[in-house]
Every structure is written in structure tokens, then in C-alpha cells.
């Protein structure tokens, strides 16, 4: 049930959260499964992680929660967390001790997400090309917001198994000359482009400010991700209109690399806060051409589907799947002794 239902809230209730590089998600699950007492807080707005947490919690109605899972856009690889595109950083073992739980686990926020993809619903899924999506076969994911996020999902007898990985850390590879120049700014830059330097949130904004070195100097120096998108989608702007024509197509250079590196014949999920406000701009973008073009292999990703994920906070729906004892390996973990 969602934050707007009504819920048993027993002393049992468990903390989720997911954690960007932006804004913190909070919600709790309630003894029978369900999330309630959704919230979002802006991460700039706090000092630290306990800050949001202990923020959140003055405002729940039920009793402090006793486990916690926190999906976060960071490598979960040891007991330091640090935010990929955020200044927090926390110890998982003392931020438990400090806040009083038995259990805090930390997974990837894209472990998360991939979670909750066999629990979504037809409405909340918008299909981008593509035939129908294979029983048990590989499912991918990625998605851009403040960062690239990337994962998916394999199947076991079990059930479906999340994986951790960094994937929009990848080297991007242009394909065009346009697209080896606008590299070579962004190169000179930051020393190495990967696809999160084009797939995310700023990379919009190095997108934009390689075109306008590359051909207007003089033009609106753009900061700001969601100017650059309005403009684009508004025609307002030639260089806007660019960037986001070369974002649709390089996403879809790097959804079908991970395709095929996957084999998902499961389907491409696509979350993440950027495509779902293209709406269909990006439907007639070059996305799907570039997501095909593999040569020897056009045919084998033609028949794949993709998929807009535009549910609501799907991220804390995965990170309430991962108290399933199955996953108990997935993240890293410190209980009271």
C-alpha cells in the first residue's frame, strides 16, 4: 500500500531509503509488507546522512524501526560509504550505533531499482520498440538522474537476482565526428569521459558547454540541467536541441552495449529522472536507431524491448524486496553484536 493508504504502523516498522546524489527517500515498511510515510528531503539541506535520518524519523508515526536498508548512488564495496555526486559521507557500523538500529544494510540504489522491476505494474512501464520481453532470460537496467546508474536483474530457480555493479563508469565511445569532438572537450576536462560525463544530470551540462565551445562561444553560458532540457524540448535553443539530441543517442549506444552484454532478452528498464520528462521526444529520438545498429547484431537487439520505467519511487519498493532473506548477501551490512 502507498504513503496515502492506511497502515498498521507496529513497533516492527523497518526503515527504507533511497539515497542520491540530490534528494534522500525515506518511507517504512509496516509489519504485514507494506510502505507508508513516504518523504523526501532535499540532501543539501542536511549536513550528513544521520542529520535526514533523524529528521525524517521526528516525523514518523510509528516506533524507532529496528532494521534499516539504505539504497545509495555509491559502490557499496565496504563500510565507508561516500556518494558518488554528493559530499556525504558516512560509516555504516557507527551511523547504526548512532541511530540505534540492530541492522543497517546499505545496497546500491540501482540494485534497488532493479529489485523492484518484477513487482511493477503494465501502467507503470512505457514500451520504447521492440517485440516482447523473454520469461526468465536476462532483464538490464540503467538510468540517468544526477549520476548514470546501471544494473540488472538474472533469474535463478530462486527468484530473480540483483546485480551490483558501476557500470555507468564505463568509457564512453563516440560514434560520429560530432560526437568525437563534443568527447574531446569533455575529455580535456575531466580526464576521462565516461558515460556518466554525457548520461546524467551534468552531463547534459558538459554536452552543452562542449557545443557552445565548439560553436558559439558567445551563447548563454547553461548550468543548469533542467534549463538546458526546457529549451531543448522547446526548440528555443539550437545548441539545447542539440545536447539533447546527442543524449538520446548516446544512451542508446550505451543501452544496447549493455544489452548485449547482458543478452537481456528480458528487456532494457530505463529509470532514472531524465528520459521520463523527455516524454515523447524521446520516442522519436535517435535512441532506438542507435540501441540497434550493432551490425552482424541489429537483429538480435531489434526484437528486444525497452521500457520507460515512470512509476512512483520504485527505488524504495526494491529496497523493502531486500529484506528477503535471499538477499541477504547483496549489500554490506553491521548488526549489533
Known amino acids: 500500500m502507498s504513503a496515502s493508504g492506511s497502515v498498521s504502523a507496529g513497533a516492527d516498522s523497518r526503515l527504507v ?25 532535499a540532501c543539501a539541506d542536511y549536513p550528513g546522512l544521520v542529520a535526514a535520518i533523524e529528521a525524517y524519523l521526528d516525523t514518523a508515526p510509528a516506533a524507532q524501526p ?19 555526486n554528493h559530499a556525504w559521507s558516512f560509516s555504516i557500523a557507527e551511523t547504526r550505533a548512532r541511530l540505534g538500529f540492530e541492522r543497517l544494510s546499505c545496497i546500491n540504489d540501482f540494485t534497488a531499482l532493479a529489485l523492484s522491476l518484477p513487482h511493477l505494474s503494465a501502467t507503470e512501464l512505457r514500451q ?19 549520476g548514470l546508474g546501471v544494473s540488472g536483474l538474472l533469474y535463478t530457480p530462486q527468484g530473480w537476482f540483483p546485480l551490483q555493479g558501476e557500470g555507468g563508469h564505463i568509457s564512453y565511445g563516440p560514434l560520429s565526428a560530432r560526437e568525437q569532438a ?5 575529455n580535456r576536462r575531466t580526464g576521462h569521459v565516461s558515460a556518466e560525463r554525457l548520461l546524467s544530470g551534468q552531463g547534459l551540462v558538459n554536452i552543452y558547454q562542449a557545443l557552445r565551445e565548439l560553436d558559439d562561444p558567445a551563447a548563454d553560458d547553461l548550468q543548469q540541467p533542467a534549463l538546458i532540457t526546457e ?12 545536447t539533447l539530441a546527442l543524449f538520446c543517442a548516446a544512451l542508446g549506444t550505451v543501452a544496447g552495449n549493455l544489452a548485449l552484454t547482458l543478452g537481456a532478452q528480458g528487456g532494457v528498464y530505463i529509470g532514472g529522472g ?4 523527455l516524454g515523447t521526444y524521446f520516442d522519436s529520438s535517435a535512441f532506438r536507431h542507435r540501441f540497434e545498429q550493432r551490425g552482424r547484431f541489429t537483429a538480435y537487439l531489434q526484437t528486444i524491448p525497452v521500457y520507460i520505467i515512470t512509476a512512483a519511487t520504485p527505488a524504495l519498493r526494491g529496497a523493502a524486496q531486500a529484506f528477503d532473506p535471499f538477499y541477504a548477501d547483496i549489500g554490506w551490512s553491521s548488526r549489533a553484536c
Request: proline share 2%.
Open 182 to 186: 563534443v568527447w574531446t572537450v569533455i
Open 274 to 277: 531524465i528520459v521520463p520528462r
Open 128 to 146: 520504447i520498440g521492440g517485440g516482447s520481453a523473454k520469461p526468465a532470460s536476462a532483464i538490464a537496467l540503467l538510468g540517468a538522474g544526477t
Open 17 to 41: 531509503a533511497d539515497i542520491g546524489g540530490t534528494n534522500a527517500r525515506f518511507a517504512l515498511l509496516s509489519e504485514q509488507g507494506e510502505l507508508y510515510h513516504e518523504r523526501v528531503l
Open 231 to 242: 529549451r531543448g524540448l522547446q526548440d528555443q535553443c539550437v545548441l539545447c536541441a542539440e
Open 66 to 84: 529496528r532494521q534499516a536498508i539504505l539504497a545509495v548512488a555509491t559502490a557499496t564495496v565496504s563500510d565507508t560509504i561516500s556518494l558518488t
